[in-house]
T-cell receptor
Framework: DAKTTQPNSMESNEEEPVHLPCNHS???????IHWYRQLPSQGPEYVIH???SNVNNRMASLAIAEDRKSSTLILHRATLRDAAVYYC???????????FGGGTRLMVKP | NAGVMQNPRHLVRRRGQEARLRCSPM?????VYWYRQLPEEGLKFMVY????????ESGMPKERFSAEFPKEGPSILRIQQVVRGDSAAYFC?????????????FGPGTRLTVT
């Protein structure tokens, strides 16, 4: 799977939007962009994924650049419960395992 | 629909003992994955199984570790003759099908401590 680059950490204030960036300049045409998060002492949790178009679900939105070399996970109103490590992962259509990088540690201040 | 279940949640073993970790995938999911997270490190893939078959074990240590997913019952990750370096959180995930468009659902993990 192609590599992704994310900032090590970010801070946000509670109830404000959060934009978590991810660069994936070597993405191939069949790679899906997946986001997972891991809350402290818990297993990873699926957040959202997309291929080319922007995606929305109850947890977040995913904005994908037109050239697909970057994407942004958007939490519309951060809560304290959103404090976690967020992972951006590329998966091709034959992909089985998830390859986790370092992720972005999001801290939410009350 | 119950999520992915793992047991035990915590397991303490002395060096040299065996550890057996169990994973029941979500109902209807036939693809199971095991990951390990060493203290202060990231998650690493270990093995991918379908019912009765190991599909990809490229992340499994060559010795002492084995995995199975029998026709009936949970998937088992077995660690023989545990050493202190095996202390970690072991997560199981399942998905309904193979492919980049399918998400994986993770269990709460088993935290193994080797004393």
């Amino acid at each position: 799977d192609a590599k992704t680059t994310q900032p090590n950490s970010m801070e946000s204030n509670e109830e404000e939007p959060v934009h978590l960036p991810c660069n994936h300049s070597t993405i191939s045409g069949t790679d899906y962009i997946h986001w997972y998060r891991q809350l402290p002492s818990q297993g990873p949790e699926y957040v959202i994924h997309g291929l080319t178009s922007n995606v929305n679900n109850r947890m977040a939105s995913l904005a994908i650049a037109e050239d697909r070399k970057s994407s942004t996970l958007i939490l519309h109103r951060a809560t304290l419960r959103d404090a976690a490590v967020y992972y951006c992962i590329l998966r091709d259509n034959a992909g089985n395992m998830l390859t986790f990088g370092g992720g972005t540690r999001l801290m939410v201040k009350p | 629909n119950a999520g992915v279940m793992q047991n035990p949640r915590h397991l303490v073993r002395r060096r040299g003992q065996e550890a057996r970790l169990r994973c029941s995938p979500m109902k209807g999911h036939s693809h199971v994955y095991w990951y390990r997270q060493l203290p202060e490190e990231g998650l690493k893939f270990m093995v991918y199984l379908q019912k009765e078959n190991i599909i990809d074990e490229s992340g499994m240590p060559k010795e002492r570790f084995s995995a199975e997913f029998p026709k009936e019952g949970p998937s088992i990750l077995r660690i023989q003759q545990v050493v202190r370096g095996d202390s970690a959180a072991y997560f199981c995930a399942s998905s309904p099908r193979l492919g980049g468009t399918y998400e994986q659902y993770f269990g709460p993990g088993t935290r193994l401590t080797v004393t």
